[in-house]
């Protein structure tokens, strides 16, 4: 089975990618969002890490919060990726066993952190969607309905681009329109036959 690890930065157009490729996925980040559910142990220890203040009146995570807390410092990110990675990791090591066992011929790893939390291990290939940071910031606001600073704060947290093209097989720029990137989908499962 084939496992393609795809990646980039905020507002690039990773989620349009993928749904491109109509391969059974792992979504990393919905399986970040399973791990710090109320009761989770992952939401325990980011309480120990940010403080109670990250919690809503029920319990629950305040997303909002802790973005807002996690992406302020560099510092705060590592902590943040710290201590989410392993449980998210777990999942994904559980999700790929299901996969193989169902004799998928490939599946796609949708992973926005796929080299901060080490998932890059699991992929035989690598694909970074990147685009220029104003087509991002308008993306991410428009998606999240956030404003430019908050916005700001999730790009100038990300790695670099540089990052992407040096470690990643294929890297694709997405700054164009759903049918370019329709194409590059294309071209990247037909050089998978």
């Known amino acids: 089975m084939k496992i393609i690890g795809v990646t980039g930065v905020s507002g690039s157009g990773k989620t349009t990618f993928v749904s491109l490729l109509n391969l059974k996925v792992i979504d990393a980040d919905k399986i970040a969002r399973q791990v710090v559910k109320k009761g989770e142990k992952c939401l325990d220890d980011l309480v120990v890490g940010f403080g109670k203040e990250i919690l809503l009146e029920n319990g629950e995570l305040n997303r909002k919060k802790l973005a807002e807390i996690a992406f302020s410092s560099k510092q705060n990110t590592l902590k943040l990726n710290e201590i989410t990675h392993p449980y998210i990791d777990e999942k994904i090591k559980e999700e790929i066993e299901i996969y193989r066992n169902q004799n998928e011929k490939a599946i796609v790893l ?84």
């Open 110 to 193: 949708d992973a926005p952190q796929l080299f901060e939390a080490g998932c890059e291990k699991f992929c035989d290939l690598t694909v970074a969607l990147l685009a220029d940071k104003n087509t991002r910031l308008k993306r991410i606001v428009e998606r999240d309905k956030i404003s430019k600073e908050a916005a700001l704060l999730r790009i100038n947290s990300a790695l670099p681009d540089s990052f992407f093209e040096k470690n990643c097989d294929i890297v694709i720029i997405n700054n164009g329109t759903r049918d370019k990137l329709q194409k590059e989908a294309k071209k990247l499962l037909d050089n998978l036959k």
